[in-house]
């Protein structure tokens, strides 16, 4: 059966806005995390602690976090790559971050420029420095169902590592579908491996829509009892990394398919919508969502 409650995790101002090229303002920023927590978004990712050499858009995180108004019972978090983004994370007042690997070795030199054991070891002070500090750390797997350099990738891979970061102390691991090539048999089958070694609750999934499959293997992953989501409001983003890569799922269309199962999720549509609208007229793009382009055109 399906979940009756599901989580979506936005990660719009971060994963979406890391992609963009224009300048965006501090204030932008702090606009879009507030609109989304009025809309009712739980879990809310900010930004990021990482070299502003290699993601320049993410250099303010620490000025955004200062100006959101932090409403209580909203996680907001920021990716921290090593021990000097999270010190940064946490002069800043962050209380959750996330950790990321990657299932391919060509992905992560070109992401996080070392290899795969490499990031775990980088990894061990992250989480020993957050035990001490009481922040929650979640992990983030990406390439999960494919690499733009390596091609395939083994889901028995994917849930190796997945193991690790749950061993070193992650709450959650989110396996990310980061060229969006995955397809809705591909998903069950990766989330049924994964969940013979790690409890489904501590799973997430995170879907990019470059192939039009991310809702498609949401709903697979719903059926393998998957309740935690990363999107993306107006679809925003891609990947620095991962040439050719569209933003991640739309939230509002994520919303919209769990709506129409029933699922409860504590978010509101039409606030939803509205924060999409707001930041596209920002960046000046269409809104990337089928939803609210049709919700608006009604
Ligand atoms: P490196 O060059 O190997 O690092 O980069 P380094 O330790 O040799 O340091 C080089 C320079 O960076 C030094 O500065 C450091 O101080 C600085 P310099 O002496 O040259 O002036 N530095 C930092 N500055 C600020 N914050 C830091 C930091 N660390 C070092 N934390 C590093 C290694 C990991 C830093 C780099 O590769 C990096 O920042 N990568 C970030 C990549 C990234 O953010 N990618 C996007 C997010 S992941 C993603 O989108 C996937 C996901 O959505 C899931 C999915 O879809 O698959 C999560
Ligand atoms: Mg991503």
Redesign the pocket.
């Known amino acids: 059966s399906l979940p009756q409650h599901v989580r979506l995790v936005e ?1 719009g101002p971060r ?1 979406g806005l ?1 992609n963009e090229q224009q300048p965006i303002s501090v204030a932008d920023k702090v606009r879009l995390v507030d609109d989304l927590s009025a809309a009712g978004l739980s879990s809310i990712e900010v930004g ?8 320049p858009q ?1 250099a303010g995180s620490a000025e955004v976090f200062a100006a959101i108004k932090q409403r209580p019972g909203v996680n907001y978090s920021a ?4 021990l ?2 999270f010190e ?1 994370a946490l002069a800043a007042g962050v209380k959750e971050v ?1 950790v ?1 690997a ?1 299932a391919s070795e060509a992905f992560s030199q070109k ?4 290899s795969i054991s490499e990031s775990l070891e980088r990894f061990a002070p992250v989480m020993a420095a957050a035990k001490a500090h009481n922040i929650r750390v979640r992990g ?4 999960v169902l494919g690499c733009p350099y390596d091609g395939e990738v083994a889901p028995e891979q994917v849930s190796s590592i997945a193991r690790e970061l749950i061993a070193m102390g992650c709450y959650e691991v ?1 396996l ?3 060229i969006g090539v995955g397809t809705a048999g591909a998903t069950r089958r990766l989330f049924e491996i994964a969940a013979r070694d790690i409890p489904r609750e501590q799973l997430a999934g ?1 879907f ?1 829509d470059t192939y039009g499959q991310a809702l498609a293997n949401i709903y697979a992953s719903l059926l393998e009892g998957i309740s935690v989501f990363d999107s993306s409001v107006a679809g925003l983003g891609g ?3 991962a040439k050719g890569a569209t933003g ?1 799922v739309a939230t509002e269309d994520v919303l919209y398919l769990l709506n129409g199962l029933g699922i409860d999720t504590g978010i509101d549509l039409d606030r939803l919508i509205a924060a999409g609208q707001r930041i596209c007229a920002v960046l000046d793009k269409p809104n990337g969502s089928r939803v609210a382009r049709a919700w608006l055109a009604k």
Do not use: E, R
């Open positions: 990660v994963d890391q990021s602690f990482v070299s502003p050499k290699w993601v993410m990716l921290t790559p090593n000097k983004g940064a996330a990321f990657a992401n996080i420029n070392c983030y797997i990406s390439c989110s990310g579908d980061t995170h990019h990947c620095p990394y991640n």
